[in-house]
């Protein structure tokens, strides 16, 4: 008996990332995102998911859209395809959400699509919990449950399907952000409803943690370190997140909450930089990084943060790379590593092992880096 996958793909998703747009959301985003430069990447990163299948695609059926939506990858890698629906030339969120209902139609096992968390709200609101449902994260926003924690763990949840191995299928929830304000700096998130996942801990991803970090001692203490330990002749390119801003407040800079700044003997030199812009802005002179983790899923890399392309974090070095986090918020992974998730796999290869997390003033631990397969 062949499994028979459905094969989503949003061949606009995550665009906008690379290019500080903070999501595709809209035709006029996605347009404005591949003028500035911005190249698709939702069909590489489903590659990297279902060629964990190669060894099962005698017995997988792929359905899926035609061209970029599904059925280009699916084809290229060998696999028994069909194809159930046409999209338009530039596809919309209504060819998701038109594909979505002929694959529960369809009656497959399992439905695999790749996008952000609009997507995932496209699907959701028509598979609901008609149809087990699998996220490859490919957008920019990925608050939702429903996604693996990258491509690769994605592809080898469904190998454990295929393979017949007890996985429990859980309610996971679908959300999402305001864009327009996403893109002012606040986060304004909302519950779109539920799907039924392949509930794997070690590959699928919890919903993020939405909450600013309460200890504000903390948090002062390792602005404090980090400022301290800056040097003069460096350039520092400050990551997205709560705790960086912590580090930009006590320096008295404004901070791109949700962005990438650059700054040089405590002061601003960029603002909200694009990846070309940070890789420009910092071709003659040494750079350091300052990151921290996303809370409750523990990606350093992948989340929210596109900007820091491979190429600027093989330049920079794992050296070089300053990741700061309270220990409550390490704790709350329970021992989950955390996770490098660049869509670069040798990449990703070079940043495991482990690396020194500043968590206060002049304390560290050694934690964890991976990325799940």
Do not use: W
């Not at 159930?84 to 594909?99: F, G, M, R």
């Not at 910092?282 to 409750?296: A, H, M, Q, S, Y």
């Not at 989340?303 to 300053?322: F, M, T």
Request: net charge negative.
């Amino acid at each position: 008996m062949s499994f028979k996958l459905g094969l989503i793909v949003n061949p606009v998703a995550g665009l906008g990332g690379s290019v500080a747009l903070k999501g595709s959301d809209g035709a006029d985003t996605a347009k404005k995102a591949l003028e500035l430069g911005a190249e698709p990447k939702s069909n590489n990163r489903t590659k990297l998911a279902i060629e964990q299948l190669l060894p099962y695609k005698q017995s997988i059926e792929v359905f899926t859209a035609s061209g970029e939506m599904g059925e280009r990858i699916a084809k290229e890698l060998g696999f028994n395809t069909q194809v159930v629906y046409q999209p338009k030339i530039e596809t919309t969120p209504e060819d998701t959400e038109a594909l979505a209902k002929i694959l529960v139609e369809q009656k497959v096992d399992l439905i695999l699509f790749a996008g952000g968390d609009g997507t995932a709200r496209n699907v959701c609101a028509v598979v609901e919990d008609t149809a087990p449902v699998l996220g490859v994260p490919a957008g920019c926003k990925i608050h939702s449950g429903v996604y693996a924690i990258t491509p690769k763990a994605a592809g080898r949840v469904v190998e454990m399907l295929i393979n017949g191995e007890l996985v429990t299928l859980a309610d996971a929830d679908v959300m999402d952000i305001d864009e327009s304000a996403f893109r002012q700096g606040t986060v304004k998130a909302k519950r779109y409803g539920e799907m039924q996942v392949p509930s794997e801990v070690r590959y699928v991803q919890s919903v993020k943690n939405g909450g600013k970090e309460s200890d504000e001692l903390v948090l002062a203490d390792i602005a404090a370190y980090v400022i301290s330990e800056m040097d003069e002749d460096e350039r520092y390119i400050m990551g997205s997140g709560s705790t960086v801003a912590a580090v930009m407040e006590e320096l008295g800079l404004e901070n791109t909450l949700l962005g990438v700044d650059l700054i040089q003997d405590h002061e601003l030199v960029g603002q909200d930089l694009t990846a070309a812009q940070l890789l420009e802005m910092t071709e003659d002179c040494p750079t350091k990084l300052v990151i921290t983790l996303i809370g409750g899923q523990g990606h350093i890399f992948g989340r929210g943060n596109q900007q820091l392309s491979p190429a600027l974090i093989r330049k920079i070095g794992k050296e070089n790379i300053i990741v700061v986090a309270t220990k409550r918020k390490l704790q709350a992974l329970h021992g989950r590593p955390l996770i490098a998730d660049t869509g670069d796999q040798s990449l990703d290869d070079e940043l495991s092992g482990y690396i020194k997390v500043v968590t206060g003033y002049n304390d560290h631990v050694m934690y964890a880096v991976g990325h799940q397969e």
